[in-house]
T-cell receptor, first 114, second 113 residues
Framework: AQSVTQLGSHVSVSEGALVLLRCNYS??????LFWYVQYPNQGLQLLLK??????LVKGINGFEAEFKKSETSFHLTKPSAHMSDAAEYFC????????????FGGGTRLMVKP | NAGVTQTPKFQVLKTGQSMTLQCAQD?????MSWYRQDPGMGLRLIHY???????DQGEVPNGYNVSRSTTEDFPLRLLSAAPSQTSVYFC????????????FGPGTRLTVT
């Protein structure tokens, strides 16, 4: 069974500050890992994905995440927050099983202060 | 391509009523799934299908039925709605082996009073 834990349901940063959203996972097989973003009243948009290639993954909008197997982590970072980054972020894991099912974390709402 | 479409966008039901949430995709994806999104719980898998005529339960299947008579459509049925089913519902589709290429629909916001 897989699980995902996102530390911090709400994170607040100032505009221009570093964004760090934490994600830890458990999986019995090498995982596929994802970060999705959801803007208010919208659907899910894939930010980035780890599929066993490079451990440092770059995504859209300046976000990146590093897969650390020893720490079972996949934290999301962005060097400088923009007001437009305010959204909810979800970390998800899959073992590539039939159905391509995803297990999601509880989500982290990012607030950006001017 | 329209991608993954869901109807309706919003729905209000009374307890005990039934309804069907529609999901369709025009990408010839074999895999389709339904998730519900609740505050603090992320998205949880309700049911999924690996092809026409094949469905299986996910993490939270109780109170929901599905069927897959065509590759394109994967409707989710609530037979007797309960307030606990108030949620936002997302449908997703993908090709086999393409777990990193899932397409999500825009969601249906359901309120059960």
């Amino acid at each position: 069974a897989q699980s995902v834990t996102q530390l911090g349901s709400h994170v607040s940063v100032s505009e221009g500050a570093l964004v760090l959203l934490r994600c830890n996972y458990s999986s019995s097989v090498p995982p596929y890992l994802f970060w999705y973003v959801q803007y208010p009243n919208q659907g899910l948009q894939l930010l980035l994905k780890y599929t066993s290639a490079a451990t440092l993954v770059k995504g859209i909008n300046g976000f990146e995440a590093e897969f650390k197997k020893s720490e079972t982590s996949f934290h999301l970072t962005k060097p400088s927050a923009h007001m437009s980054d305010a959204a909810e972020y979800f970390c998800a894991v899959s073992d590539g099983n039939a159905g391509n099912m995803l297990t999601f974390g509880g989500g982290t709402r990012l607030m950006v202060k001017p | 391509n329209a991608g993954v479409t869901q109807t309706p966008k919003f729905q209000v039901l009374k307890t005990g009523q039934s309804m069907t949430l529609q999901c369709a995709q025009d990408m010839n994806h074999e895999y389709m799934s339904w998730y519900r999104q609740d505050p603090g719980m992320g998205l949880r898998l309700i049911h999924y299908s690996v092809g026409a005529g094949i469905t299986d339960q996910g993490e939270v299947p109780n109170g929901y039925n599905v069927s897959r008579s065509t590759t394109e459509d994967f409707p989710l049925r609530l037979l007797s709605a309960a307030p606990s089913q108030t949620s936002v519902y997302f449908c997703a589709s993908s090709y086999p082996g393409a777990v990193d290429e899932q397409y999500f629909g825009p969601g249906t916001r359901l309120t059960v009073t």
